[in-house]
């Protein structure tokens, strides 16, 4: 079982920054891969960045330049770095953990971008 807290996120005006924590039960380094989605209203769960056991980076189109996902093996923290906030932005961002099959979900943290 892998228990996973999302926080940092909170209400930004467009073209700041935001730092998301996730906190892991686990070692993160025990993960597969781990990873950020996100949620906006009325639209689907979509993936912003996952990263891997070994190190390796995916982020979707979306998120290339602006989003930057890292992971500190000795603290079991995953971090998600939004620059230059978008409106589009807004969502409820959720923490993954992949590991033996199963996937593991955090409850999610707001993030809430105003003009």
């Known amino acids: 079982q892998v228990q996973l807290v999302e926080s940092g996120g909170g209400l930004v005006q467009a073209g700041g920054s935001l730092r998301l924590s996730c906190a892991a039960s686990?070692?993160?380094?025990?993960?597969?891969?781990m990873g950020w989605y996100r949620q906006a209203p009325g639209k689907e769960r979509e993936l912003v960045a996952t990263i891997t056991s070994g190190g390796r980076i995916n982020y979707a189109e979306s998120a290339k330049g602006r989003f930057t996902i890292s992971r500190d093996n000795a603290k079991n923290m995953v971090y998600l770095q939004i620059v230059s906030l978008k409106l589009e932005d807004t969502a409820l961002y959720y923490c993954?953990?992949?590991?033996?099959?199963?996937?593991?979900w955090g409850q999610g943290t707001q993030v809430t971008v105003s003009s």
């Open positions: 993954k953990a992949h590991r033996a099959g199963i996937d593991y």
């Open positions: 686990r070692t993160v380094f025990s993960m597969n891969s």
